[in-house]
């Protein structure tokens, strides 16, 4: 069993930028991690942001945060990160920290482990 643990989250206002972690705990080899995140009036689904592969060297982002969000790792730990600059008030969200088995996804349904969500506020 994986556990994962967000933290970094906050509020800011726009244009600035925050750094979230994700500690996982439980799996000693790496695998494939992403962060996702949940809106305010958006409880039937949580968007994939960006998915890194267990050596980090494939990651993959959603079409909204592209060229603003990046996603790293630490070496061969299942530990996680996302640089996030020039937000904007729509990314007000819960964010969350998933990792699975399946492969390198933006899909929800794909990653086996969640953690409990960091929430990120961001005001215009």
């Known amino acids: 069993q994986l556990h994962l643990a967000e933290s970094g989250g906050g509020s800011v206002q726009a244009g600035g930028s925050l750094r979230l972690s994700c500690a996982g705990s439980?799996?000693?080899?790496?695998?494939?991690m992403a962060w996702f995140r949940q809106g305010p009036g958006n409880e039937r689904e949580r968007e994939g942001i960006a998915g890194i592969s267990p050596s980090g060297r494939e990651v993959t982002y959603g079409h909204s945060v592209k060229g603003r969000f990046t996603i790293s790792r630490d070496g061969s730990e299942n530990t996680a990160y996302l640089q996030m600059n020039s937000l904007k008030p729509e990314a007000t969200a819960i964010y969350y920290c998933?990792?699975?088995?399946?492969?390198?996804?933006?899909?929800?349904?794909?990653?086996?482990?969640w953690g409990r969500g960091t929430q990120v506020t961001i005001s215009s």
């Open positions: 439980g799996i000693s080899s790496p695998i494939y």
């Open positions: 998933a990792a699975g088995l399946t492969g390198m996804s933006l899909d929800s349904g794909k990653f086996q482990f």
